[in-house]
Nanobody
Framework: QLQLVESGGGSVQPGGSLRLSCAAS????????ISWYRQAPGKERELVAY????????NYAASVKGRFTISRDNAKNIVYLQMNSLKPEDTAVYLC???????????WGQGTQVTVSS
């Protein structure tokens, strides 16, 4: 069974840091582009960052550029999202996603909650 599982969320004060992990089972991540999205209550799901198969190319939403870093450890089959200088507006459920072309569908994780509050 193909599955993505996020972890690492939690509550942190403004200015703090968290590292999210997206682990795959049933397939190897290094064959695919991996994206992180987030969804805050009452808001649309937003693309936060993505990383290409080899990790050479990354891209970020303007709202997180310079604060978040996406990376991958293909040997461990994990993609990370390092989040620094967190702000209250970063509060959301964070989800990882990949598109598997051979199956013609997206795979999403269940999400991990990030709450930034003083």
């Amino acid at each position: 069974q193909l599955q993505l599982v996020e972890s690492g969320g939690g509550s942190v004060q403004p200015g703090g840091s968290l590292r999210l992990s997206c682990a795959a089972s049933g397939f190897t991540l290094d064959d695919y582009v991996i994206s992180w999205y987030r969804q805050a209550p009452g808001k649309e799901r937003e693309l936060v960052a993505y990383i290409t198969e080899t990790g050479i190319s990354t891209n970020y939403a303007a709202s997180v550029k310079g604060r978040f870093t996406i990376s991958r450890d293909n040997a461990k089959n994990i993609v990370y999202l390092q989040m620094n200088s967190l702000k209250p507006e970063d509060t959301a459920v964070y989800l990882c996603k990949t598109w598997i072309g051979s199956l013609r569908r997206d795979y999403w994780g269940q999400g991990t909650q990030v709450t930034v509050s003083s």
